[in-house]
């Protein structure tokens, strides 16, 4: 499985990077490769076609409705419903109930069908497995002023596990067991964001990775403009015992579930 970053920050686009956006592909037993995303936040489709044609994207796995996580549907919808080369079929959508309402209104200039000709949209069930593809997805609840997931995705033998925006949960331990990536909310900051029910800081991402047992690697990603980085890797490292990577823009990584030859491929790309 082979993921590449699109979007990594924080709340809003900064001015490296648009917001939240992780483009997933994975080959099928027939040797078909599968492209999907997991949220499209704002700023994100612009750096998507860099990587994918849009009509080659199989489906959109939404962590929650805040703009940062999925207001760039409504520019895919365009894409969707207006290309002159011809109407594309719908691209499965998952996400938290009222997804098609909320992106149809956040649009505003929708018929009657309200993207329901673009898309097929579906709510998530806690704990419930989506097949797609050589993809299974399975959402956990977040703790965060919205509805959110965090997803759990496995394909390839691999596991990645993505926080979604979340403070610390009961629900982290079985989204992110034995994960080859945890891709981890690390947007608030020890000592100086004290509110709850919000964000972790590194320190609580690294916290929960460890709690849930057999964490390969540990990822922060959704840190604001305005956080340096290297504190957020400091508030983590202090916790956990290896690497604690930083999302990069741009960078794609391989995830190998056991049994994959690493001699004959690269373990990370630029």
Do not use: K
């Given at each position: 499985?082979?993921?590449?970053?699109?979007?990594?920050?924080?709340?809003?686009?900064?001015?490296?990077?648009?917001?939240?956006?992780?483009?997933?592909?994975?080959?099928?037993?027939?040797?078909?490769?599968?492209?999907?995303?997991?949220?499209?936040?704002?700023?994100?489709?612009?750096?998507?076609?860099?990587?994918?044609?849009?009509?080659?994207?199989?489906?959109?796995?939404?962590?929650?409705?805040?703009?940062?996580?999925?207001?760039?549907?409504?520019?895919?919808?365009?894409?969707?419903?207006?290309?002159?080369?011809?109407?594309?079929?719908?691209?499965?959508?998952?996400?938290?109930?009222?997804?098609?309402?909320?992106?149809?209104?956040?649009?505003?200039?929708?018929?009657?069908?309200?993207?329901?000709?673009?898309?097929?949209?579906?709510?998530?069930?806690?704990?419930?497995?989506?097949?797609?593809?050589?993809?299974?997805?399975?959402?956990?609840?977040?703790?965060?002023?919205?509805?959110?997931?965090?997803?759990?995705?496995?394909?390839?033998?691999?596991?990645?596990?993505?926080?979604?925006?979340?403070?610390?949960?009961?629900?982290?331990?079985?989204?992110?067991?034995?994960?080859?990536?945890?891709?981890?909310?690390?947007?608030?900051?020890?000592?100086?964001?004290?509110g709850r029910g919000i964000h972790?800081?590194?320190?609580?991402?690294?916290?929960?990775?460890?709690?849930?047992?057999?964490?390969?690697?540990?990822?922060?990603?959704?840190?604001?403009?305005?956080?340096?980085?290297?504190?957020?890797?400091?508030?983590?490292?202090?916790?956990?015992?290896?690497?604690?990577?930083?999302?990069?823009?741009?960078?794609?990584?391989?995830?190998?579930?056991?049994?994959?030859?690493?001699?004959?491929?690269?373990?990370?790309?630029?």
């Open positions: 499985m082979r993921l590449t970053i699109i979007g990594c920050s924080g709340s809003f686009p900064g001015p490296d990077s648009p917001a939240s956006c992780y483009l997933l592909s994975a080959d099928d037993a027939d040797g078909r490769t599968h492209h999907v995303v997991l949220d499209l936040g704002n700023g994100a489709l612009g750096v998507l076609q860099q990587h994918l044609p849009l009509g080659r994207l199989d489906g959109v796995f939404l962590s929650h409705l805040h703009p940062d996580h999925c207001l760039d549907l409504c520019g895919l919808y365009v894409a969707q419903r207006y290309d002159p080369a011809g109407v594309r079929p719908p691209i499965p959508v998952w996400g938290p109930s009222g997804t098609h309402e909320r992106l149809a209104a956040a649009y505003g200039d929708v018929d009657a069908f309200g993207m329901g000709r673009e898309f097929t949209f579906t709510d998530w069930t806690v704990g419930e497995p989506v097949r797609l593809g050589p993809f299974v997805v399975t959402p956990y609840p977040a703790w965060h002023p919205v509805e959110a997931y965090g997803l759990r995705v496995e394909a390839d033998g691999a596991v990645l596990a993505y926080s979604g925006d979340t403070d610390s949960t009961d629900s982290l331990s079985p989204l992110f067991a034995d994960a080859t990536l945890v891709l981890a909310d690390a947007a608030f900051v020890e000592g100086r964001d004290l972790l800081t590194g320190r609580r991402a690294a916290e929960a990775a460890l709690a849930a047992g057999g964490v390969q690697r540990l990822m922060l990603t959704h840190i604001p403009a305005w956080n340096d980085p290297e504190r957020c890797r400091a508030d983590a490292a202090a916790v956990w015992p290896g690497e604690v990577e930083l999302a990069t823009p741009g960078a794609v990584y391989e995830l190998w579930g056991p049994g994959y030859d690493r001699d004959h491929a690269s373990s990370r790309r630029p």
